[in-house]
Every structure is written in C-alpha cells, then in structure tokens.
C-alpha cells in the first residue's frame, strides 16, 4: 500500500474515532436530557403551591406550579425586548409583585403583546389592575451577560438577575413567576404556554456522528481495495 493511501486511511480511522466519541457523547447528552425532563415533568405535575413555600433552591423550584397574591407595581416594571410568538414580533412584561408582609417582591413574566420592532408598548394598556392573584410556573432567572445589557431604563434583553436588579429598589425573590392562563383574554398579555418537554436533537445528532464514521471507515475500506486491486492488475 503506498504511503498516500496508508496515510489516507490511517487519518479516516482517526476521524471514524472521533466521530464515534462525539456520537456517545451526544447519547450522554440525551440521557441527561431525559433525566432533566422526567424531573421537570415531575415538578409540573405537582399540586400548585403558594410561592412563599417553593423551596430556597432554584433547581428543587424550577417549573414548580404556584401561586402568590400582591399588588404590582407598574412604575419599575420592564419590558423583555425582542420576543417573538407564533412568528410574530413582540415583548413580555416582567412586573414586580409586591408581597403584603415582605420586603421582597416577586418579579411576575405577565405575557407577551405584539410590537412591530420588538420594544415599542402602550405600557398603560396593558395593565392588570393593583391587587392581583396570579398563578404560573416557576422559572430561573438567565445567566448573567455584561454584554447583554440595555441602556434603556425599561428595556432588558435578557431575564438576567445583573439587569433586573438594578432597576428594582427592593430585594428580588432567586426566582421568578412566569403567568400562565386564558391566552386569549384581551384584559391583559398573551400567557405563555407550559414548557415543551422534549428529548431535543442529541439522538438525530447521535444517529448522524456514527453514520459519518461508518462512512469514513468504508471510505477507506474501498481506497483500500482499490489500491490492492490496483497493485495485483500491475504485477
């Protein structure tokens, strides 16, 4: 075998290899997938509680059902620019809940309103009344991004705590409460849809990496005969 074909398949083996690492890790990625999902699933099933008894930890809280009872306080609500729904532009309410009894509110995702570039609102439309009792899931607050930050004083691009808290001049609960509801009701915004729990892409994405190392190991099965085929026509 010449040394050209011999480095050719030696550099196919090497990739079918890596294919095949990056084929488990995406099963790895599905299982934890999976995992997540069934403990989500679980957390949506069960009853519906008041928001001060949700648990401390973010993680034991997260899509939990609840509830809670307050007065908004529209002067320091902001707006979740550039959210689109159904394909159609928009933004979502993000509203502090004033807790009686508490000095720490509760920020409520009240829904989504059309808005042709994604951050112009009639603010005063759209508002619910003061004593509200809203009910939802619970949802985390995104990652902090120094780069995601808007200079606008009403306007944030992400539900990050380093946006959100500056804004507001009371302490924040470590998560907040995402309305879920009539979406058709035009008294106030469109209410998010329960979370889609799926099992997402790993298992196409899985089924494509071993397809490619069985591609290149055949690949170079074939130079390989060739090549031999080649050797024994010349002798």
Known sequence: MSRRILLFCTLAVLAAGLFVRLGFWQLSRLRERQAFNALMTRQQRTRPIPFAELPRDTAGAHYRGASVRGRF?????????????????????????????????????????????????????????????????????????????????GLIRRASRAEIAPRVPYPLAPYYLVAVGDTADLTHPARRDLPVLDDGPHR????????????????????????????????
């Open 73 to 153: 306080d529209y002067d320091h609500e902001l707006l979740l620019a550039n959210r689109t729904r159904r394909g159609s532009p928009g933004a979502e309410f993000l509203t502090p809940l004033r807790v009686p009894g508490s000095d720490t509110a509760v920020l409520v995702n009240r829904g989504w309103v059309y808005s042709p570039d994604g951050s112009t609102v009639d603010r005063s439309r759209w508002r619910e009344g003061e004593e509200s009792s809203i009910a939802g899931y619970v949802e985390v607050f995104a990652r902090d991004s120094q780069s995601a930050r808007s200079a606008h004083r």
């Open 204 to 235: 196409g994405y899985a089924l494509q990496w071993f397809s490619f190392a069985v591609i290149a190991l055949g690949g170079a099965g074939i130079v390989a005969t060739r090549e031999r085929e080649r050797r024994r026509t010349n002798t």
